[in-house]
C-alpha cells in the first residue's frame, strides 16, 4: 500500500477507535465531553472568559516572536515561493472543492436509490474521495505549516487542548498534564491515545453550535 494510502488508513482507524461514529450533537453536556480509559473518567470542557484572554495574551505574544524571526513567513509569502518550485497551493484548493462538489452530487443521488449495489458503488466511490480529499489537505497542510498563520493556529489549538483537558481525582477536576511543556512532551501510546481523544472531543464542543 503507498504510504499516504496507509497513513490515511491509521487515522482513520484511530477516528473508528476514539468514537468517530458517534452522534456528536449527544456527545456534548453542559458545555463538556465525558469519557472514560482505563478505569478512569476524563474530560474537556468549554473555556471560561478569562481562559480566552489568557490563550488570546499568550496567542500575541507567539505572534510578536514569529514576527521577529526571520526563519517564519505569512501565508501569502510561502504560497509565492511555492509558485517559484511549482508548487500550486491555487490548484490544490481548486481540487478540495471539485472534489466535495463530487461528494455532495453523489450523496444526493445516494439519497434517492435503494437498490443494494448501486448504493454499495456509489458508498465507495464517495469513500474514495473521502481519502483522496485528506490526502490533499495533508499535503497542503504540510506545506502550509511553516507559515505564520498556522503556527498561531496551532499553538492556540495545543494551548486549549492542555488547557482543557481535565481528569477526575477524588471527585475533583484536575488538569492532565500540570503544565504546556509536559502536554508537549508527552510520549508513549497511551498517552498519544488520550490526547487524539481530547483533541478529538474539543472540536466536538467547537463545532458543536454549526452542526
Aim: aromatic share 10%; with cysteine.
Amino acid at each position: 500500500m503507498d504510504d499516504k494510502l496507509k497513513y490515511a488508513q491509521e487515522v482513520a482507524n484511530k477516528l473508528k477507535e476514539i468514537g468517530e461514529l458517534e452522534d456528536i450533537k449527544n456527545l456534548v453536556v453542559d458545555g463538556k465531553v465525558e469519557w472514560d480509559n482505563n478505569n478512569e473518567t476524563y474530560r474537556v470542557r468549554k473555556p471560561t472568559q478569562r481562559e480566552k484572554k489568557e490563550v488570546e495574551r499568550l496567542r500575541n505574544e507567539k505572534y510578536i516572536e514569529l514576527l521577529k524571526n526571520n526563519k517564519y513567513l505569512f501565508r501569502d509569502q510561502l504560497i509565492e515561493i511555492y509558485k517559484e518550485k511549482d508548487i500550486d497551493i491555487k490548484a490544490m484548493d481548486d481540487s478540495i472543492l471539485a472534489n466535495q462538489k463530487q461528494q455532495m452530487n453523489l450523496e444526493e443521488r445516494l439519497a434517492t436509490i435503494t437498490d443494494k449495489q448501486t448504493v454499495d458503488l456509489l458508498e465507495k466511490e464517495i469513500h474514495g474521495l473521502r481519502i483522496t480529499q485528506s490526502l490533499i489537505k495533508e499535503e497542503k497542510g504540510e506545506l502550509l505549516k511553516y507559515c505564520i498563520e498556522q503556527q498561531l493556529i496551532n499553538f492556540m489549538n495545543e494551548y486549549f487542548s492542555y488547557l482543557l483537558f481535565e481528569k477526575s481525582v477524588n471527585g475533583n477536576w484536575v488538569r492532565v498534564f500540570s503544565s504546556y511543556d509536559d502536554f508537549l512532551n508527552a510520549d508513549g501510546d497511551s498517552n498519544e491515545l488520550l490526547i487524539t481523544q481530547a483533541v478529538y472531543y474539543l472540536s466536538c464542543l467547537v463545532f458543536k453550535d454549526a452542526l
